[in-house]
């Protein structure tokens, strides 16, 4: 599985950022995706995954629920991350991933996208 997350930039607080991953690979369906972030000098922290690629069961972390949304688009095999009322807390390189099962612990899942900086401005 290849991953490749884009969409990051600068962003002043209150507005939105609309991040993209797109998949690749023979067993792409068997994997739920999700979305992590690390600011500098923290842990990388789980945003919230889709448990298939319907996007019809998502998930978030308390600190982005109901600001963020999940999507997905099953034909182009992309996930969409979709940020409103960005704080400069959100301030971090946000990443994709890929798994067996959704889960906040990273080590859980196999596959990583590069990360794309995203940067909140107070």
């Known amino acids: 599985v290849q991953l490749q997350a884009s969409g990051g930039g600068l962003v002043q607080a209150g507005g939105s950022l609309r991040l993209s991953c797109a998949a690749s690979g023979r067993t792409l369906s068997t994997y739920v995706m999700g979305w992590f972030r690390q600011a500098p000098g923290q842990e990388r922290e789980f945003v919230g995954g889709?448990?298939?690629?319907?996007?019809?069961?998502?998930f978030y972390a308390d600190s982005v629920k109901g600001r963020f949304t999940i999507s997905v688009d099953n034909a182009k095999n992309t996930v969409f991350l979709q940020m409103n009322s960005l704080k400069p807390e959100d301030t971090a390189v946000y990443y994709c991933?890929?798994?067996?099962?959704?889960?906040?612990?990273?080590?859980?899942?196999?596959?990583w996208g590069q990360g794309t900086q995203v940067t909140v401005s107070s």
């Open positions: 889709s448990i298939n690629w319907t996007g019809g069961s998502t």
């Open positions: 991933a890929a798994g067996r099962k959704i889960t906040t612990w990273k080590n859980a899942y196999d596959y």
